[in-house]
Each structure stands twice: as C-alpha cells, then as structure tokens.
C-alpha cells in the first residue's frame, strides 16, 4: 500500500515535470552566469537560496571558459534529474511486480515478475538485453550533442532534445519529449515556470532513487523506508554480471 500511493505520488510529479522545460526561452534557461545561478536559486528553493559548497560555479573545467562549465553542469543536472523521475517511478513499479506481457526474449523467456526487488529485476536481465539499452542510450546521448541548433555549452537552451530528422530516422521526425505538441501554445513565462518544478522534480528524485538503494543495501540507513524497501546484497553499481573491463 505504501509504495502504491507512493507511485501514484511520484507519478502526477512527474508528469508535470517533463514536458515544460524543452521549449523554454534562452533567457529563462540559460543561467550561463554565477549571477544567473543566484537569481535561478531563488526560484528554485527561496529558503536555501544558492547553494554550491563545492565551488563549481567558479570552475573552467578543460581549460573552457566558466560559462561553458556552468552550461555543461545545468544541462547535467536536468538530465541527471529526468532519468532520476524515470527510475524513481520505474524502482516503484518493478517493486510492485508491475512487467510488459508480451515476452522479454526472442526465446519467449518472460519479463521477470518474481524477483524481491527491482535491482534483483535487473540482475535477472541478460547482459545482452543490458548492452541493448545502453546503446540506445548513447545514442540518444550523441543525438543531443550533434543535433541541437545550438551547443548548450554555447548559448543553447538547457535541457533542450533535439527533434529526430526522417532524413535519418524512418518513420519522420519526432519530437521525443513533446510529441504530441502540448508545449505550443504555451507562454514563454510559463514555460520558464515549468522549468523551474522540473529541476525541483528532478532533485527530489534524484534523493529518492538513491534513497531506496541505500535502504536496500544498507538497511537502516534511511529510517522512513525501513520495511519497506527489501534488502539487497548485490552491487547496484555493477550493471553488468561479467564486467567488460580488464579489471
């Protein structure tokens, strides 16, 4: 009961925090200035207001100069923050034995449905299953970098995806975070207001995923969730079961 009303929590957070951030006007998204980090702050959470024990905002990483640092980090935490909301939802419905039902394999083997947990779910896919996804993933990640009219490290918006081109998709080109337009009427303040509840969103979840690991693999480490998360014994920072690396 309490991971359902969690899901149906995390889930209508989440939905909200999508779409809003990707046609967002360059001057509510680009925050390219320690300056700009203060004034986004005070939107984001006015009680802690500009937080950066670990003085990233002033760094120049790679010999870049810091607003091109300041744009790598902002565009990594909006991506970091949506696949925290994606794996937030997902732990919630692998825990609650929720699969596809069509099978898994080309073999018929079934999405596994009786595991503990949802890292044991991940344990019982193949590695080739795995290294299918992480394909996928990085090409979407490269999509990003070369597709964009504009570098987010060079004046392009934060958080920005960039519409898939038919001249090398099939199937025509396709915007993957608003395909169904939902963003086009909507104005610019309102568009920078969502981005704000995204990165909100994407923070939170950031916490929670990490927090259900931490209970699983050291239980009591997170007082709220004990007993209701099941322990786990395996490493949640091995994807793989045979590593390919030489060490």
Request: hydrophobic residues 45%; aromatic residues 12%; glycine residues 10%.
């Amino acid at each position: 009961m309490k991971t359902t009303i969690a899901a149906l929590t995390a889930l209508l957070t989440s939905a909200s925090a999508f779409a809003p951030a990707q046609q967002t006007a360059s001057t509510s998204a680009l925050s390219e200035t320690k300056a700009d980090l203060g004034d986004l702050a005070k939107k984001l959470n006015p009680i802690v207001n500009y937080y950066d024990p670990l003085g990233l905002a002033d760094q120049e990483f790679w010999g870049l100069s810091n607003e091109m640092t300041i744009g790598f980090l902002r565009e990594a935490e909006v991506k970091h923050g949506r696949i925290a909301m994606f794996a937030f939802v997902g732990y919630i419905v692998h825990a609650n034995h929720i699969t596809w039902p069509w099978p898994m394999t080309l073999d018929g083997t079934p999405f596994p449905a009786d595991t503990a947990s949802p890292p044991e779910a991940w344990d019982a896919i193949p590695d080739a299953a795995k290294l299918q996804i992480f394909a996928f993933v990085g090409f979407l990640e490269y999509w990003r970098e070369v597709a964009g009219e504009k570098h987010y490290m060079s004046g392009g918006k934060i958080g920005e995806f960039p519409a898939f081109d038919n001249k090398y998709i099939p199937g025509g080109a396709l915007n993957l975070f608003d395909p169904f337009g939902f963003s086009n009427g909507r104005s610019e303040e309102d568009k920078a207001n969502g981005l704000v509840k995204e990165i909100n969103n994407g923070r939170l979840a950031m916490l929670g995923i990490f927090g259900f690991l931490c209970e699983q693999t050291i239980p009591g480490s997170v007082p709220l969730l004990s007993g209701v998360v099941t322990p786990y014994s395996g490493e949640v920072m091995a994807p793989l079961s045979k590593s390919i690396l030489p060490f």
